[in-house]
């Protein structure tokens, strides 16, 4: 049987090498499976849970669609919408906000990261963020949910989300409890500049990153100042152990290749990194550029974004305005 996939990202910029080889890379090859139903959500409700302006989440709104179709999901076959566009991600998000409990939201590790030390100014949106997660999956009865390994957490807060609504109201298997989609290897790119860091769209140095639209130039520097150690490459695997920089470039050129860390280690076994450097920019440069200039040529055209859009949140209303009618009918409006 064919699965059916949900996942979403933030339409806040900056989508990088991490988002592509953590998410969307296998959103593409999820879609590319002719049984699977694919929906792919740009989350502007939860982009707003940190402060945005207007017109620049206008314009990430439209490029984080670009970025989904020049990367090669296809807009006829996976259904992309945004999520301020199906008003059942709030309404159900709200009735799941009383199901779940502060308790499992406290331990949310992302909320503790981002709200930094000052808690008491973050938003209750930011704080409720996996709540609105949870409902976005649960509405389309989602089977897996393709992932970075940073949302781990926030998906097993969905299955027992989804687990206690069932118990709740003795509707067993109603709420589909989702698996999560996440690779073993490459889950977790590092930044260029700390290899002890995640890739981050918010990191205010723009060395950490290659951001899926720069130029050759630009990723030839990156890689160029990219962080390593003063020893030679790394001669296996095991030699790898505590050399987090040369792990992560390792393995971005590992996953950009489809191979594994392990052949990857092999090949540049003793070299310097300069040669190796040399090749990795060669190769992110081939993956990329397309990609990026992929995305330029679909900028030009919003109406053309704007209709994908409106096409998937037509798409998507329909199934989840079924899911919502039987939640609202469960819990006794
Ligand atoms: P976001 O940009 O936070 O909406 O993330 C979109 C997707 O990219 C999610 O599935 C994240 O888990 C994934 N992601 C973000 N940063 C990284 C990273 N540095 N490495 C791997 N996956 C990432
Ligand atoms: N929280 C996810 C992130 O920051 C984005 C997201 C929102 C999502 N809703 C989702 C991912 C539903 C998967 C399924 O990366």
Redesign the pocket.
């Known amino acids: 049987m064919g699965k059916k996939i949900f ?4 339409p ?1 910029g900056n ?1 990088h090498l ?2 592509y ?3 969307i890379k296998n959103f593409v090859e999820l879609n590319n499976v002719p049984t699977n139903e694919c929906i792919f959500c740009v ?1 502007d409700l939860h982009a707003i849970t940190v402060k945005q302006d207007p017109k620049e989440l206008k314009k990430n709104i439209r490029e984080t669609v670009a970025t989904f179709v020049a990367s090669g999901i296809d807009p006829k076959k996976s259904i992309i919408f945004n999520q301020s566009g199906v008003a059942a991600h709030s309404e159900v998000a709200w009735i799941l906000s009383c199901v779940a409990r502060m308790g499992w939201l406290n331990r949310m590790t992302q909320f503790k990261e981002k709200a930094g030390k000052d808690k008491e100014k973050a938003s209750i949106g930011l704080y409720s963020y996996p709540v609105l997660m949870a409902a976005d999956i649960l509405l389309y009865d989602a089977t897996h949910v393709p ?5 781990k957490q926030h998906l097993e807060l969905c299955r027992d989300i989804a687990q206690k609504f069932n118990n709740d109201f003795g509707v067993e298997d109603f709420l589909k409890v989702p698996e999560p989609l996440i690779q073993k290897e490459f ?4 930044s260029l500049k700390d290899g002890s860091k ?4 918010s990191e205010i140095s723009d060395l950490s990153r290659i951001n899926l639209t720069d130029n050759e130039d630009q990723i030839i520097n990156k890689i160029k100042k990219a962080k390593t150690d003063p020893l030679p490459m790394p001669k296996n695997i095991k030699d790898l152990e505590g050399r987090l920089e040369a792990q992560n470039l390792l393995g971005i050129f590992a996953s950009l290749n489809n191979s594994t860390l392990e052949s990857s280690t092999e090949k540049f076994a003793g070299k310097n990194f300069s040669e190796f450097k040399h090749e990795l920019s060669e190769l992110i440069v081939n993956k990329i550029i397309p990609i990026s200039e992929e995305i330029k040529k679909l900028l030009n055209d919003y109406s053309h974004l704007d209709s994908i859009l409106l096409d998937g949140v037509e798409k998507a209303s329909k199934i989840a305005s079924k899911k919502i009618k039987n939640i609202k009918e469960i819990v006794g409006f």
């Open positions: 996942s979403g990202v933030q806040t989508l991490g988002n080889l953590g998410a989350v992932v970075g390994d940073d949302q889950s977790r790119i590092m995640k890739m981050s769209k």
